[in-house]
Antibody, heavy 116, light 110 residues
Framework: EVQLVESGGGLVQPGGSLRLSCAAS????????MDWVRQAPGKGLVWVGR????????SYADSVKGRFTISRDNPRNTVYLQMNSLRAEDTAVYYC?????????WGQGTLVTVSS | QSALTQPRSVSGSPGQSVTISCTGT?????????VSWYQQHPGKAPKLMIY???KRPSGVPDRFSGSKSGNTASLTISGLQAEDEADYYC??????????FGGGTKLTVL
């Protein structure tokens, strides 16, 4: 059974940093692209970025480019989202998703709140 | 990376069919087969319903179907059921290894 479990969310001040983790199981992790998607309270889904299977290629939404970095540790079956220079508008639930034939599996999400 | 355009809301009675549109450009929806649809119930994670325009993942009822014409993709739900009431999002590949979502459509089953 495929499982994705996000962690690392919480309250952070504007300008601060936070690193989210997504632990995967139930599939060959290193063979799959992984994506991060966020959803501000009461708003729609917004794609954040993605990373390929061996971690050699990443891409990002313009809104986070230069501030967020996606990485992965394949032996640990974990993908990360490093978020720097956080702004109030980054407040959202952050989901990781397995990117194979669509975003085929999603975690339960972790809430990030940027506020002073 | 402008969001794809979806109607804010649609509604239908049980047993009826509804169609949700998703309009983009030739740089996203019109340019690739990688259009997918997601269902999200309140407080839950999204669930993949359609990928590659019209393919259904295992376990998704065949009441859900997808299509595309030009720059507009569509999700059709036939034989509406109460449990179909949810938010629906389209998503498209945009080139340069990026994705974009639509703004979401709230489906109400009357």
């Amino acid at each position: 059974e495929v499982q994705l479990v996000e962690s690392g969310g919480g309250l952070v001040q504007p300008g601060g940093s936070l690193r989210l983790s997504c632990a995967a199981s139930g599939f060959t992790f290193s063979s799959n692209w992984m994506d991060w998607v966020r959803q501000a309270p009461g708003k729609g889904l917004v794609w954040v970025g993605r990373i390929n299977g061996d971690g050699s290629s990443t891409s990002y939404a313009d809104s986070v480019k230069g501030r967020f970095t996606i990485s992965r540790d394949n032996p640990r079956n974990t993908v990360y989202l490093q978020m720097n220079s956080l702004r109030a508008e980054d407040t959202a639930v952050y989901y990781c998703a397995r990117d194979y034939d669509g975003l085929s599996y999603w975690g339960q999400g972790t809430l990030v709140t940027v506020s002073s | 990376q402008s969001a794809l355009t979806q109607p804010r809301s649609v509604s239908g009675s049980p047993g009826q069919s509804v169609t949700i549109s998703c309009t983009g450009t030739s740089s996203d929806v019109g340019g690739y087969i990688y259009v997918s649809w997601y269902q999200q119930h309140p407080g839950k994670a999204p669930k993949l319903m359609i990928y590659d325009v019209s393919k259904r993942p295992s376990g998704v009822p065949d009441r859900f179907s997808g299509s595309k014409s030009g720059n507009t993709a569509s999700l059709t739900i036939s034989g509406l059921q109460a449990e179909d009431e949810a938010d629906y999002y389209c998503c498209s590949y945009t080139g340069y290894s990026t994705l974009v979502f639509g703004g979401g459509t709230k489906l109400t089953v009357l």
